[in-house]
C-alpha cells in the first residue's frame, strides 16, 4: 500500500467516523463558516478553561476533506493550551500552503499529514483549511473579548 492510498484511507475513516461532531449546547463562542467556492459549511463551538482548549464541537456540510480534517483539527487541538494549539494550526496552515511539496510533522499534526497531498490542489485547500479556519475565528473572538 503506497503512502497516498493510506493517506485517503486516513480522510475516508474521518468522513465516516467523525470526532467531536455534534454541537454541545455549553461553549464560549459560536461561529459559522462557509466555503464560497464549493458551499461546504461548519458551525464550531469552542470553550476554553484556563487557557486550554476544553472543548471544540462542530457540525457541518461538504465533501470528505473537509468534514474530515474539521474532525482531525478538533481531535488535535482539545486539551491543548491556546499556544499550543496555534503552533498546530501554523503548521497546518504551512502544510496547505506548501503545494505538495512538504509532508508535515506527523508529531506535531498526527493524522493530519494526510492531506499534504491536497496541497497541491488550490480549490481543495480551502476545503481542508474550512475548519481550522473557523477555530481560529473563535479563538480569536474571545481573545478580543
Not at 67 to 85: F, R
Not at 128 to 142: H, V
Request: hydrophobic share 40%; net charge negative; charged share 20%.
Amino acid at each position: 500500500m503506497n503512502l497516498d492510498h493510506m493517506y485517503q484511507e486516513v480522510i475516508l475513516d474521518h468522513y465516516k467516523h467523525p470526532e467531536h461532531k455534534g454541537l454541545s449546547v455549553d461553549k464560549d463562542i459560536q461561529v459559522h463558516h462557509v466555503n464560497p467556492s464549493c458551499g461546504d459549511e461548519i458551525t464550531l463551538n469552542l470553550s476554553l478553561t484556563d487557557g486550554k482548549v476544553s472543548d471544540i464541537t462542530w457540525d457541518g456540510i461538504g465533501c470528505s476533506i473537509s468534514m474530515a480534517s474539521a474532525s482531525m483539527m478538533s481531535g488535535l487541538l482539545v486539551g491543548k493550551s491556546t499556544a499550543e494549539a496555534s503552533i498546530v494550526l501554523a503548521s497546518f496552515m504551512e502544510l496547505m500552503q506548501s503545494k505538495g511539496t512538504m509532508q508535515g510533522d506527523e508529531e506535531l499534526l498526527e493524522d493530519a499529514v494526510a492531506f499534504s497531498g491536497v496541497s497541491k490542489f488550490p480549490a481543495r485547500v480551502k476545503c481542508a483549511l474550512l475548519g481550522w479556519m473557523a477555530y481560529k475565528d473563535a479563538a480569536f473572538q474571545i481573545a478580543e473579548k
